[in-house]
């Protein structure tokens, strides 16, 4: 099982970023997947959840309307597009699955 993270950088608050997470060696399709976050000396936040189809997807008050997820299954993709980012949403993003199997991440720091 592979999960690679990318898109991650320095932004503006205000800017947005997309993060991208390629997934292998499972079926992606037929799982839930999650993006969760950790932030410096903080414990792991569940961001956002899709289901399977790509068609229910939830977040966490802190970042409700700023961010979006969403996937390809014909790519084994998964997507998270963030938008009026906030110097607290810095930390490093993980793609994770429905069993707990996380990528390396991919570090957002917003900053001025």
């Known amino acids: 099982v592979k999960l690679v993270e990318s898109g991650g950088g320095l932004v503006q608050p205000g800017g947005s970023l997309r993060l991208s997470c390629v997934v292998s060696?499972?079926?992606?399709?037929?799982?839930?997947m999650n993006w969760v976050r950790q932030a410096p000396g903080k414990g792991v936040e569940l961001v956002a959840r899709?289901?399977?189809?790509?068609?229910?997807?939830s977040y966490a008050d802190s970042v409700k309307g700023r961010f979006t997820i969403s996937r390809d299954n014909a790519n084994d993709t998964l997507y998270l597009e963030m938008n009026s980012l906030k110097t607290e949403d810095t930390a490093i993003y993980y793609c994770?699955?429905?069993?707990?199997?996380r990528g390396r991440g991919t570090q957002v720091t917003v900053s001025s």
């Open positions: 060696g499972l079926t992606f399709s037929i799982r839930t």
């Open positions: 899709i289901n399977s189809y790509g068609t229910v997807a």
């Open positions: 994770q699955d429905e069993y707990d199997n």
